[in-house]
Nanobody, 116 residues
Framework: QVQLAESGGGLVQPGGSLRLSCARSGDTVTLSTMGWYRQVPGKQREWVASITNSRSRAYADSVKGRATISTDNGMNTVFLQINSLNSEDTAVYYC??????????WGQGTRVTVSS
């Protein structure tokens, strides 16, 4: 089992920045991808960004140019920085990972509210 714990959410003013963290614990397994999704109540969870174990990065159009996903060498922690936040970034952000065996794990989520 792999556990994921997100942190860094909260209230942010429009135009501000935030940096979310997701720490991995549990079984030592090889990860192929770590990423972030977000969900607004009443809507489907949407993909935000992902990074592979070869450090290939991808971003949703909604955050491209404003977001940076990164990880430490062992993929034990993944970070998501988003700049120029707006109200549409308000959501619960979830960390996810896929192991090399194809299993997917999710964190409990961290809430981000963009409001003045």
């Amino acid at each position: 089992q792999v556990q994921l714990a997100e942190s860094g959410g909260g209230l942010v003013q429009p135009g501000g920045s935030l940096r979310l963290s997701c720490a991995r614990s549990g079984d030592t397994v090889t990860l192929s991808t770590m990423g972030w999704y977000r969900q607004v109540p009443g809507k489907q969870r949407e993909w935000v960004a992902s990074i592979t174990n070869s450090r290939s990065r991808a971003y949703a159009d909604s955050v491209k140019g404003r977001a940076t996903i990164s990880t430490d060498n062992g993929m034990n922690t993944v970070f998501l920085q988003i700049n120029s936040l707006n109200s549409e970034d308000t959501a619960v952000y979830y960390c996810t990972t896929m192991t090399s065996a194809g299993r997917t794990y999710w964190g409990q989520g961290t809430r981000v509210t963009v409001s003045s």
